[in-house]
Structures are given as structure tokens and as C-alpha cells.
């Protein structure tokens, strides 16, 4: 339940804030940091639903089942995609993920097969007897909830922040929350005790135009007391609340980034990329935030491509493949890259099948891309699905595939890595007890 | 003259007597002792006469048996006597000596007056042994003295110089000697000098002035205004301690007065300060009547200082008044709606020294209000951009429901629609969606609009040509008080829509190419329009199979079937032109079916059915009566209204009261938008709360989380902003998270059924 100490915790904050000048204080979190002891997971949402049916794809013998759906208006060209091998199959990732595709050879990468929410592993059958059927398939907005909910519909917390719940004693003293959102009050985030401190994903953090002049000092403090304000309303102090956790959060963030001299790794200078330079950001703190685990979410849109699949995915793809991979080269430069784990949720794959609009709709179970140095890499774990429309994985009539491995398997994969316990495991991911294979095994 | 005496010897007789001395210089306060020596006698006694007169007398002095001679008071005349001892024995004999007598030595005690300046005044010389005929000199120079007593001489002398001045007493001769002199300084003439020199003061209000003064120890001075002690009620009044107090009315003294201190000690010397007059600052103790009516007042302002020519102000707008006296003016004129319901009143007085009194707050109340003014706020923070004033009263006037009926019948606010040659951008669009908001009347209209976009989204994000844009936001307004079912068939049916969801050139099934129907329009017409994922009971709850699971509202194979039904829908055609199979991209009007393009198999839709052989309209006509007649769509669309324009989190009962509105709005109707728009706005849970002290009964979470539109535009309204052309208010909402017409991609700004942070997690556990 809920755990609800807002004003002790406020307190500690402040004199931490006050602790982060004395050279003790700084001593006690070197001392904690030269353990070695820091693992970070970064989730890549991609939101609208990513079409993996046209992000990894089979080549040689299998080709022609991929062909045969997605023509050339929907689909591939088997000369285009970056080979990888998986098992003694050999698979294309889509062409613009050149530097995945490197990675991947390098054992830096994998991807996992056929991911979707479930609640216990069905078949096709028990599909269409709608037994233990997750609720609102197909829709964006409840299966992105699925995905960073990674539990029975309704719970209102994210894996993440569940994850983050079960790890706090890591961070005892951390001057940050554990969770921490580039992209919003995301689920992902949100846990049943702790939340999130929410970031944008430039480089101005606190309250626009708060900088330490009288006036601003001035404005801060009437806006500071709007907020304290006791109104008695349930509705209106927990949103005063929320205003002050952000604006404390940028506080620390501020004092602790200021002077920075920043990443030297470029990140493009797109969505994605300021949100992820901010978590490098973050990261390269972390000795004087005083944070051993992390818990980051971000995000990227326009995935859902009802028409003209090919060029948008296309674009799409180049700016998560630099990004991205600027995220790698990051936590290189910040000696961490073997510490940091990126991987990617979605809404859903889409319909094998494309639509008469060059597009796709949407469908159930997709592939997923895993990358960092503790990663398992150079092959892919799970199973690929059947691409025959109709065929034993296809719960519709247009190529939409039944998920082999649940959101909780792969979630409980990294949290695993991450430190959870396995007594643990089956708090932060309920649904994982019916499960057989509790670790998949991309993780070192 | 000293004689000499000698005793004459009597020779036939050797008696003799002798006096001694024989001559003797006595002042009038001396005494003279005389021995006498008579030889040749046995009786040697004497009697002692001066001036023949035995023992003298008062006029020629006096002596005694024993021979001491006291000398009269005055001199006499002549100034010497003779003093005769004559013998007893034989009174032939006898000695005489000479008394020259003479006035005495004066001594002087004190100079009066004592605080001397420049200029003629009677000296007063005091002293002792001060005889008649006795000068002063002054200076060395006798003067003109005036013989009071022995001990006090007068003379009226000029002393021209500050400097030292010494006197000198002169007995009249013969004398002994003059007094010794006695000195005293004089100063030059009294100067008053009054501070401070130069002042402004306004009428009614005090200032002390010190008067300070030279050459004197005589400090007191008299206070003058205008030359008249202690001031009067024209001119100001002025204490003996120099504190002026300004007159109210300072139009009789014209412009300025003098304050003066004049010198007790001398008239002449005198110290001025100039007073320069403004109007008094006027002060505002009562209006009558104390609240006033909207629109044709006439009041009385009740104070103190107002000035001939003075203005009032009510509200920020000047209103006609004329000044009675300097403490009452009559306004007459018509007051405005003014935020809060409430006005400043000021009355501003005129030059010199134009001043304003400090407001006194009024009441502002339209006769007879039907609800209060808190009440119409509150009710319009709902229904409308905000709570402007004028809106306020409007309100307070016809009371809620006359309200939504005024509102109903005014005309849509517009957009600036896109010539075909060329589009305008979005960023003036947004302009006019603030000055809509603003300033267009039709503030219910836009306010449903604008919450029907949330649920009917179509984002710039994708769709950024206002060509597109304009006739969507004008199908919103338009529809927005109306039929519902006429909406959702406008959506539908928008090209922007189309583009968006994907419905314009969605074809039927393609076997051969295994082409399916594009589903997004199809799914989200279900999901996001109308009915959303779950099937609803009338409160809005989620219908629950026995294991506690929702049952869904709509099938993967609904969404597969009405993404057939949606098929053969392109742009319109262009000017002058027929419709092909796939127009090019065209707005302005619907879409137009493209009967080969359409798939007239049989449908099954949310378990009815649509049968084969329909024309592309009929089968989208069949389809939208199937979704709007679906239980859901009450729940659905009736929360988010509620949710847009109410509260956050509203009771399943006010819910279910909302629903029975959209079902039938009294006349047997269904889906009539104003019906339901009133049910939300007219509960009594959304009326909870007009009257602050009163909490609300219905729900624990009451309250209304705005989203940034809605609170900017909230402030901008209360506080009667103006928007100017080129408003950075755009970009600061974009900054707030909200760019007008740019929600994130095909999701609803806020999810309806997304929890409203009732109990956030803390950040620091």
C-alpha cells in the first residue's frame, strides 16, 4: 500500500541537499559508488505500437513466408536487411539499425521474440475461448498500460516502479528517487510505494524562469505558498503535492548538473535523443546523487502506422538506431556500459497482414531489442512466430501473433539482473508464478 | 570756596577756643567730626551751632553736643557752612571752621533692560546715592537723564551699534566722583527666521513649524497665518507650538498662505514660511446606497476633501458626479460588471497636487439575481472559457438554465478558413482559438467543442494543414449543442478525420494482394469515440464477467467487419471535377463514397447485423445507428463531459443522471448534446459547491483538475485580459504541455478513465 511520508521525506531532502557541500557527505557516497555496485535499466518506449514484423525479419528459406504477406508496398527487400545470426537462422534486422546490427555481432545486443502481455501462457484455442485473455488487446492505451503495468489490468503501478519498491535499500540516502521518467508520469515508473522524479528531457530542469534572482526568489516563494496552501481537498493537495516533488526534484538535479560539462557523446537532436542525453546526464551523477540502481523510462512516438508503413518506419528506425546507440556510446564514455541495460516495450506488433492503406494495424505479440554489455547478446532469445496468416500463431485472420514469452518473463529477466530477489520477483511481477521460465537468459 | 576761620583771642580775657579742624570737605552721606579746645575757662564746654543756628538744622545740616556735624540730604545754598563753637563760660568766645559740603560718590547696581538690541531705549540705570540733577553718561557723553530716585536715573538713548556700551553716573557738582562705569553688550536687531521655509502641504493635513530666533533671549514668538495670529478656518490654523493645519477647501486662499512667527520681544522682527496649497488627499467613508445596482445608478459618495472639479471612478471607468461639498458627491450613470461583483470607488481630486482617495470596495449586483455571484463563477469556470464579469452578471441575471438557452441560440464563433491556393499556418489558427475564447459569446459552444475535441481528436501533430483543420474545429462548434448522432456522422465523414484515422481511401479486401481494410477508424470509432473497451453498466462501472473480468464492449471481429463497412470513402472531388477512383487530397466538404471501392459483403456489428448489397453511405449510415444506440456511448461520452468540464471524479449517480439525459432529453430524444451538456452542468453534484460554505455532499474527491487551456484561460478571462494578434500565450501553454491542437497521437489528451491523482506516491519513501 500506499506508504506516505512526504514531509519526513522532504526533510531528508533538504538536508541532504544542505550534506551534498560537506566533503563527508561526498565521502560517504564515493565510498559507496567505488563498490562497483551500480546497474541501471533504461526502458525505450515506443509508442503507437512498432511494427518488429518489419524490425527483424527472417531471411533465407523463410523469407518467402515474410514476402508473400508484406509485398513490396508493406514489406522488406531481402537486400536490404543487416544479416544477424540467431541459432543457425539467419535473420535481417531492418536496414537503418546498422549500428544494432553491430552490437548485436559484438554480443552487446539481442532481441527477444514475440513479447506480449499475457497472464499465463494460452494457446490459439484458449484465445478463442477467451480464457484468460488479456483484457483490451489491440487498444493503444491499455496495452501500453499492459506492457509497463506487467500485471493484471487495473494495478495502478508499473513494473519499474515495483522493481524500484524491491531495491530501495540500495539507494538508502539517495538524494533522487530510483525511478526517474524523461517522458512524463509513465506507469513504467510508478510503484507502490515509491514514484517517479520526472525529468524533460532538455537541459533546463526546476521552474522556468526560477533563477535566483530577488523577483524570481520572490515568485518562487508565493508559488510556494499556493502550494502549501491547506485546502482540505483531496484532489487539490495531491496535485500541490505532485508540484512540489517536481519542483524538489529539479532543485536537486539543478544543483547536482549545474556546471556539468555535459556528455561529450552526441546525441541527435531528436526527442528521444535529449531524453536519453538527460539519463547520461543522470547517470554520470550517480556517485553524487548517491544512487547504486536507476531506473529510467523514455520514450518515442508515431509508431502507429496505419498507412505508409515503409517511410515512416524508416524514419522512425533512424532516429532510434542513432539515439539509441548514442545512448551505448554514452555509457562508454562513462565507463558504465556494462552496468546500463536498454531495452525497448511497445504498445503492440502489428497485423502481419497490411491494410489496402500500405499500412498495418494492430496485432499482439512483437520482437524486442535488449542492448548493454550485461546483455546475453549475439543471439536472440524466444521463439519466432509461424507467419502464416491463419497458422497455429495467428489469433486472427491478418497475422496477429499470440505471444510466446510474456512481458513478465522478459520484465523478470532484467529486474533479476537488476538485484530483485526471486521471493521478490513474484511481487513485482504477479503474474510470473505462472510461468515456467522465470529467466529467459539474456542477461550476464 | 574753603574759608579759613581763625578763633579770635580775646586779650583782655586769655579764654580761648579752638574748633578743629577749621575746615572740613564732607559729602552729603558723610559725617564730619569737629573737637573743640577751650583754654583760659574752667568751663570748657561749647555749644555747637552751624550757620548761627545752635545745633543746626535740616537744611544746613546738623551737629551735636559732642561735635559731630551730620550734613543735611540736600545741598544748601551756598554748599558750605560754618560750624560755631562757642563757649559756655563766655560766650564771646568761640571758633569756627568752614563745611564744604558736596553730593557723594554714586555706585550704579544694574543697566535695565537687560537684553539689549540696536536701536532707542530708555536705559534704566540703577544704583544708590543718586541725587536730583544726576547724568548718565553714555558712552562717555551725558545724556538726557531723567532723576527718578536715589537709586534709579532714566534716559532715553539710541544705541545704533551692537556692541559694548558702558554708563557712568554723575552727581550733580559739587560732587565727590562719578560711579564706576558699568557695562552691557547690544545686539544686533532680532532676527526670526521660521523653518521649514518653503512646504507643501495638502488641504486638512498638519505640519509643525520651529521659529528660530538671533540677537535675544527672548525666544517666544507669536504664530501667524497670513499675519493673523493662531490662523482662522480660511486660511489654516496654527498653534503657539507652530503646528499648521492646512484648511479643507483651499480654493479661497489661492495657491499658498504664509506662515509667520513674530518675535514677542519686537514686532519688527519677523520669519515667514510660504505655504504652497494642494487639494487634500479625499477620503471615502460610506456610499448610500451601500451596494450598488447594475447598470442606471445614482449614489452619493460620503467622505472628506473633495475638491470643486473632483472625479469618480467605479470599476475602472469613469462615471458623471458632481461635488456638493467637500464632503459629499452624487454620482449619476451606469455602473459596469466588474470582477468579483465588486468595484473600487475612487474619487480623484484635481490639480494642485491631483490626487486619488484609496478605494472603497462596493458591491455591484444586478437587481434581483437569480443565483449569487460565486455561484455564477463557479457555474461558468464550467461551461464557459471563464468567468468574466460581464458573463458573471449575465448569469446572475437570467440564472443557469436561461443561461444555456441564450447560449444554445448565439451563432458559432469561426475560423479563418484556407483559400484553395494557399493554407494559413496552424500558429494563427491557435490565435483565433484564443480570441474565440476570449471574446466570442458563444462561450458554451466552444467550451463542449473544444472538450468533444479531447474525445474527437484530430491532432496537428499529423494532420498540420489548417485547410484540414479549420472545417473540423467549425464540424465541432457547429455540432456541439446538437445531435450526436450527427456528429459522429460529420467525424466520420471529415477529411481530416479520414486522414487521421486513416478512413479516407480505405478500400475493400484485396484477396489477391492480401489487402485488408485499413481498421484504425474502425477500432477507434469504438474505442476512442463512442464505447471504449470495456462494456459499461449505466453508472459507468465495467460490466464483469463471474471471474471479475470485464466483458469487452466490442470483438476483434466487430473491428474487422466495420473496417469493411468503412470502405470506399476518398476526398472530395476538386472544383469542376468528377470523383475518381482515389481523389487527390481535397478539402472543404465530406467525403465522398466511391461506390467500386466499397465492400458490400454482409457485416456483423456488435452483434447485429448489416446486410450485403448496401450502398457505401447506407452501410455507414447502418453502422453509426448500431454504435449509437449501444448502451455504452451514454456512460462514455457523459464522463468525459463531466470530466472536461466539471469534476475529475464524478459520482456513479451523477454519471447515471447525466446517461438518462443522453437516452432521452425529455422530449423522447436521444443523443441531443445540449440535453446532456445541461444534465452536466445542472446536477446537483456540479452545483455542489456554489455556495462555498457548504461542503459537498456527493463525492470526497470533488474537484476539477484543469488542464493548462482551461486554467490560462480561466485567470486570462477573470481578470478581464485582452489578447493581442501574435499572443506568446501559444508557446507558454506549450511550455505547460498543452499545444492547442496538437494532442499526442492518436490518444486522447487525458485518458477518461485514467485515475486523477487522488493519492500520488511519494518520491522518497
Not at chain 1, 246 to 275: E, H, M, R, S
Not at chain 2, 16 to 27: G, N, Q
Not at chain 2, 572 to 601: L, Q, W
Not at chain 2, 659 to 681: E, H, P, T
Request: charged share 15%; aromatic share 8%; net charge neutral.
Amino acid at each position: 500500500m500506499d506508504n506516505f511520508k512526504p514531509q519526513i521525506s522532504r526533510r531528508a531532502l533538504l538536508r541532504r541537499s544542505i550534506a551534498t557541500t560537506s566533503l563527508g557527505y561526498l565521502g560517504v557516497t564515493d565510498a559507496l559508488a567505488q563498490t562497483g555496485d551500480y546497474k541501471a535499466l533504461v526502458c525505450v518506449f515506443l509508442f503507437g505500437g512498432n511494427d518488429s514484423n518489419n524490425t527483424i525479419v527472417p531471411m533465407g528459406a523463410k523469407y518467402n513466408d515474410y514476402s508473400k504477406v508484406r509485398g513490396p508496398a508493406t514489406g522488406l527487400a531481402q537486400n536490404v536487411l543487416l544479416p544477424i545470426m540467431d541459432r543457425g537462422e539467419g535473420y535481417g534486422l531492418h536496414p537503418q539499425l546498422t549500428r544494432i546490427q553491430a552490437l548485436y555481432n559484438q554480443g552487446k545486443a539481442s532481441a527477444v521474440l514475440n513479447v506480449g502481455p499475457l497472464i499465463r501462457p494460452i494457446t490459439k484455442t484458449q484465445y478463442n475461448q477467451r480464457t484468460a485473455v488479456p483484457v483490451n488487446l489491440y487498444s493503444h492505451s491499455d496495452q501500453q498500460q499492459a506492457w509497463q503495468q506487467a500485471s493484471t489490468s487495473g494495478v495502478r503501478s508499473g513494473w519499474g516502479g515495483r522493481t524500484a519498491d524491491a531495491m530501495q535499500a540500495a539507494n538508502t540516502g539517495a538524494l533522487l528517487p530510483m525511478s526517474v521518467s524523461a517522458s512524463g508520469g509513465a506507469l513504467f515508473t510508478i510503484g507502490q510505494v515509491t514514484g517517479p522524479a520526472i525529468v524533460n528531457g532538455g537541459l533546463g530542469l526546476g521552474l522556468s524562469g526560477s533563477d535566483g534572482s530577488p523577483t524570481a526568489m520572490a515568485r518562487d516563494n508565493a508559488f510556494q505558498q499556493v502550494i502549501n496552501f491547506q485546502s482540505g481537498l483531496t484532489l487539490v493537495q495531491a496535485a500541490n503535492r505532485t508540484i512540489n516533488n517536481g519542483i524538489q526534484v529539479g532543485k536537486v538535479l539543478n544543483n547536482v548538473l549545474t556546471g556539468d560539462d555535459g556528455i561529450a557523446t552526441v546525441f541527435p537532436g531528436n526527442g528521444l535523443g535529449n531524453q536519453l542525453n538527460q539519463v547520461a546526464r543522470i547517470i554520470r551523477a550517480r556517485q553524487t546523487l548517491g544512487v547504486s540502481r536507476q531506473i529510467f523510462f523514455v520514450s518515442t512516438g508515431g509508431y502507429d502506422n496505419h498507412e505508409g508503413l515503409l517511410a515512416a518506419h524508416q524514419g522512425l528506425l533512424t532516429g532510434l538506431n542513432a539515439s539509441i546507440s548514442a545512448f551505448y556510446d554514452a555509457t562508454i564514455e562513462l565507463g558504465v556500459e556494462n552496468n546500463v541495460t536498454t531495452f525497448t516495450e511497445s504498445d503492440f506488433n502489428r497485423t502481419f497482414g497490411p491494410n489496402s492503406n500500405n499500412g498495418t494495424d494492430h496485432a499482439w505479440g512483437g520482437h524486442h531489442l535488449v542492448m548493454g554489455g550485461a546483455v546475453a547478446g549475439g543471439r536472440m532469445y524466444g521463439t519466432f512466430p509461424n507467419l502464416a496468416i491463419q497458422g497455429p500463431d495467428d489469433v486472427g485472420n491478418r497475422g496477429l501473433w499470440l505471444p510466446s514469452t510474456s512481458v513478465e518473463q522478459y520484465g523478470a529477466t532484467m529486474a533479476s539482473w537488476f538485484g530483485v530477489n526471486s521471493a521478490q520477483l513474484d511481487q513485482v511481477l504477479p503474474n510470473l508464478m505462472n510461468f515456467s521460465v522465470r529467466n529467459l537468459g539474456f542477461m550476464k | 570756596m574753603a574759608k579759613f576761620v581763625i578763633a579770635e583771642l580775646d586779650i583782655h580775657n586769655s579764654q580761648t577756643v579752638i574748633v578743629s579742624p577749621t575746615t572740613a570737605t564732607v559729602s552729603l552721606d558723610g559725617t564730619q567730626q569737629f573737637t573743640k579746645t577751650v583754654t583760659g575757662a574752667t568751663n570748657t564746654n561749647v555749644t555747637w551751632a552751624v550757620n548761627g543756628i545752635n545745633g543746626g538744622n535740616a537744611t544746613v545740616g546738623t551737629i551735636n553736643t559732642s561735635g559731630l556735624y551730620t550734613p543735611p540730604a540736600a545741598l544748601p545754598n551756598p554748599v558750605s557752612v560754618i560750624v560755631r563753637a562757642t563757649s559756655v563760660a563766655n560766650t564771646t568766645k568761640f571758633a569756627e571752621a568752614t563745611v564744604n559740603l558736596r553730593h557723594p560718590t554714586p555706585t550704579t547696581t544694574s543697566v535695565e533692560p537687560t537684553d539689549l538690541n540696536i536701536g532707542n531705549v530708555m536705559l534704566i540705570v540703577k544704583g544708590t546715592k543718586f541725587y536730583t540733577g544726576a547724568t548718565i553718561l553714555l558712552q562717555n557723553s551725558a545724556v538726557s537723564t531723567q532723576f527718578i530716585s536715589s537709586t534709579e536715573l532714566r534716559a532715553a538713548v539710541s544705541l545704533p551699534n551692537a556692541q559694548q556700551y558702558c554708563v557712568i553716573v554723575q552727581n550733580p557738582a559739587p560732587a565727590a566722583a562719578n560711579s564706576s562705569q558699568r557695562c552691557f553688550t547690544v545686539r544686533a536687531a532680532i532676527r526670526v527666521t521660521t523653518s521649514p521655509s518653503t512646504v507643501t502641504l495638502r488641504g486638512g493635513a498638519s505640519r509643525t513649524f520651529t521659529a528660530s530666533i538671533a540677537n535675544t533671549n527672548t525666544t517666544a514668538v507669536n504664530w501667524t497665518v497670513n499675519g493673523v495670529v493662531g490662523g482662522n478656518a480660511t486660511v489654516g490654523t496654527i498653534t503657539t507650538a507652530g503646528n499648521y493645519t492646512a484648511p479643507m477647501n483651499i480654493a479661497a486662499v489661492n495657491g499658498s498662505v504664509k506662515v509667520g512667527a513674530t518675535s514677542q520681544k519686537d514686532g519688527n522682527a519677523k520669519g515667514e514660511s510660504t505655504v504652497t496649497l494642494q487639494n487634500p488627499v479625499p477620503t471615502i467613508s460610506s456610499i448610500n446606497p451601500s451596494v450598488l445596482p447594475l447598470g442606471n445608478a445614482n449614489f452619493t459618495i460620503v467622505g472628506n476633501g473633495f475638491a470643486p472639479g473632483a472625479t469618480v471612478n467605479v470599476g475602472g471607468s469613469p462615471m458623471p458626479a458632481t461635488v456638493n461639498s467637500l464632503t459629499s458627491i452624487t454620482v449619476t450613470g451606469t455602473t459596469k460588471p466588474s470582477p468579483g461583483g465588486i468595484a473600487a470607488i475612487t474619487v480623484a481630486n484635481p490639480a494642485p497636487g491631483p490626487t486619488t482617495s484609496t478605494p472603497l470596495i462596493a458591491n455591484i449586483m444586478p437587481a434581483n439575481p437569480k443565483v449569487s455571484y460565486t455561484a455564477a463563477k463557479r457555474f461558468l469556470e464550467q461551461a464557459s472559457w471563464g468567468a468574466s464579469p460581464t458573463e458573471i452578471f449575465r448569469v446572475m441575471q437570467l440564472g443557469f438554465d436561461d443561461w444555456l438557452t441564450e447560449q444554445k441560440n448565439l451563432a458559432d464563433s469561426t475560423y479563418t478558413m484556407p483559400t484553395p491556393n494557399g493554407d494559413i499556418p496552424v500558429f494563427d489558427m491557435q490565435s483565433e482559438f484564443f480570441k474565440n475564447a476570449m471574446n466570442a459569446r458563444d462561450q458554451l459552444r466552444q467550451r463542449v467543442a473544444f472538450a468533444l475535441h479531447k474525445t474527437f481528436v484530430v491532432s496537428a501533430v499529423e494532420i498540420d494543414k489548417t485547410a484540414g483543420l479549420v472545417p473540423y474545429q467549425r464540424l465541432l462548434l457547429r455540432n456541439a449543442l446538437g445531435s450526436f448522432r450527427t456528429l459522429l456522422k460529420d467525424i466520420t465523414l471529415d477529411v481530416a478525420m479520414g486522414q487521421y484515422l486513416d478512413m479516407v481511401d480505405n478500400d475493400k479486401p484485396n484477396p489477391a494482394k492480401g489487402l485488408f481494410p485499413n481498421e484504425n477508424y474502425a477500432r477507434e470509432i469504438m474505442q476512442l469515440f463512442t464505447l471504449g473497451t470495456t462494456f459499461l453498466r449505466a453508472d459507468g462501472s465495467p460490466l464483469r464477467d463471474p471471474n471479475g473480468v470485464p466483458y469487452p464492449s466490442y470483438m476483434e471481429a466487430d473491428v474487422l467487419d466495420l473496417s469493411h463497412v468503412f470502405t470506399g470513402w476518398t476526398y472530395p472531388p476538386g472544383k469542376g471535377k468528377g470523383s475518381n477512383n482515389h481523389n487527390n487530397e481535397n478539402y472543404g466538404m465530406p467525403m465522398v463514397a466511391v461506390e467500386s471501392n466499397h465492400d458490400t459483403t454482409m457485416k456483423k456489428v456488435l452483434g447485429r447485423t448489416i446486410p450485403a448489397g448496401l450502398t457505401t453511405e447506407q452501410d455507414l449510415d447502418a453502422a453509426l445507428q448500431i454504435i449509437y444506440e449501444h448502451p455504452n456511448v451514454a456512460p462514455f461520452l457523459s464522463l468525459r463531459l463531466i470530466q472536461s468540464m466539471v469534476t475529475s471524479n464524478p459520482s456513479a449517480a451523477y454519471l447515471m443522471r447525466v446517461n438518462a439525459a443522453f437516452n432521452n432529453n425529455g422530449q423522447g430524444q436521444r443523443g441531443d448534446l445540449f440535453a446532456v451538456v445541461r444534465a452536466v452542468l445542472l446536477d446537483p453534484e456540479a452545483r455542489a459547491g456554489d455556495n462555498p460554505a457548504v461542503p459537498n455532499p456527493f463525492n470526497a474527491f470533488a474537484g476539477h483538475m484543469r488542464e493548462p487551456v482551461l486554467s490560462f484561460m480561466h485567470i486570462l478571462k477573470g481578470l478581464e485580459g485582452t489578447i493581442v494578434q501574435d499572443n506568446p500565450i501559444e508557446s507558454d501553454l506549450e511550455r505547460m504541455g498543452q499545444k492547442v491542437f496538437y494532442p499526442p497521437e492518436r490518444l486522447q489528451l487525458l485518458l477518461a478513465t485514467h485515475s486523477r491523482a487522488r493519492q500520488p506516491r511519494s518520491l522518497w519513501a
